[in-house]
């Protein structure tokens, strides 16, 4: 199977907190793709990251974190000292590389919600 | 200009009526393609275009028509929605079918009536 599981629904946490969005997957590939997405209220999907399955470094962009680790199929997000602008929806997702299809498979996304 | 522009930004519709949504991208990018989001839900595809053709239809009803004349543009023709179809609609390109330069545009919110 071909998944992403996103197992917190909703966050809340106050403001200058840390905090890890978790993100695990599926995928019988070899060769494969993830990504971060955030999704504000206004709509549109900003690009935060993308990871190829040969690459297992950790990132670090700013307050932005992230954990790739293949052997539990995870890539997990943190944000340090977390700000109200941080509020969003947030998607973890998958492309396999077999089929070559650029199908992009997300999880059910984490809604994250700073409190001043 | 490494934007994925679509218009219009909001569309009300009637049942009857016939609209498109339209789709642009400048970055020489040969793959393009559509999602559907329904609120609280994640992004589902719906179609892919690669090089202009049809490669990927993810068994929407064809009451959605895609289009692609040209490299640079993707149209999605409507017809005889159902209130259902309401949703955000949104088109993406890559430089080719994979992993790398995924772009999204804003999208389209669409309210069928």
């Known amino acids: 199977a071909q998944k992403v599981t996103q197992a917190q629904t909703e966050i809340s946490v106050v403001e200058k907190e840390d905090v890890t969005l978790d993100c695990v997957y599926e995928t019988r590939d070899t060769t494969y793709y993830l990504f971060w997405y955030k999704q504000p209220p206004s709509g549109e999907l900003v690009f935060l990251i993308r990871?190829?399955?040969?690459?297992?470094q950790n990132e670090i962009s700013g307050r932005y974190s992230w954990n790739f680790q293949k052997s539990t199929s995870s890539f997990n997000f943190t944000i340090t000292a977390s700000q109200v602008v941080d509020s969003a929806v947030y998607f973890c997702?998958?492309?396999?590389?077999?089929?070559?299809?650029?199908?992009?498979?997300f999880g059910q996304g984490t809604t994250l919600q700073v409190k001043p | 200009d490494t934007e994925v522009t679509q218009t219009p930004k909001h569309l009300v519709m009637g049942m009857t009526n016939k609209k498109s949504l339209k789709c642009e991208q400048h970055?020489?990018?040969?793959?393009m393609y559509w999602y559907k989001q329904k609120a609280k839900k994640p992004p589902e595809l719906m179609f892919v275009y690669s090089y202009e053709k049809l490669s990927i239809n993810e068994s929407v009803p064809s009451r959605f028509s895609p289009e692609c004349p040209n490299s640079s543009l993707l149209n999605l023709h409507l017809h005889a929605l159902q209130p259902e179809d309401s949703a955000l609609y949104l088109c993406a390109s890559s430089p080719e079918t994979g992993g790398n330069g995924y772009t999204f545009g804003s999208g389209t919110r669409l309210t069928v009536v």
């Open positions: 990871r190829n399955s040969f690459d297992e």
């Open positions: 970055m020489g990018h040969r793959a």
């Open positions: 997702a998958l492309i396999p590389f077999s089929g070559n299809t650029g199908k992009l498979i």
